[in-house]
């Protein structure tokens, strides 16, 4: 009999499309296995987190699901519940020349990233905007 990991490999060998989807969505997966790891290991359920973050718990479900893509505030209030701190690490992809500068390899493919269209994006001011406000 084949294992999981077995099949997932042939799978991930055999299609590109499915290989590079895999690939897109690790880190999403790997957070919220961490962020859901952390809350089983303080026995908290998710009713519990959810009262803690002030939310229902279908809200925590739909998160650790992966229904949908949180906002880092909520991942940041979501390690805050659990009495910790969250940590966003910046690693070396292995081919930089499928990115763009902005948009990552959809756009270097020559398509639009998911999201906002472009004309209604508005700007998020950058770290170093809000220290010139403060001085």
């Known amino acids: ?7 997932r490999a042939k799978l991930l060998a055999e299609n590109a499309t499915l290989r590079e989807e895999y690939d897109r969505l690790g880190p999403r997966f ?22 803690r973050m002030g939310l229902r718990a279908n809200v ?18 979501y390690a805050r519940a ?9 690693v070396k992809q292995g081919n930089p020349a499928n990115a763009s500068r902005r948009g990552g390899p959809a756009a270097a493919a ?14 998020v001011p950058a770290a170093r905007d809000h220290a010139r406000a403060a001085r």
Do not use: C, N, V, Y
């Open 82 to 90: 659990l009495g910790l701190g969250l940590k966003l690490e910046l």
């Open 110 to 123: 020559g398509r639009r990233p998911a999201g906002r269209d472009a004309s209604t994006r508005r700007r």
């Open 1 to 7: 009999m084949t294992s999981w990991q077995e099949a």
């Open 30 to 51: 790997e957070t919220l296995s961490k962020l859901i790891d952390a809350r089983e290991r303080l026995h908290l359920s998710q009713s519990e987190l959810a009262r």
């Open 60 to 77: 925590i479900s739909r998160l650790e699901s992966a229904q949908h893509s949180p906002r880092l505030d909520t991942l940041i209030a």
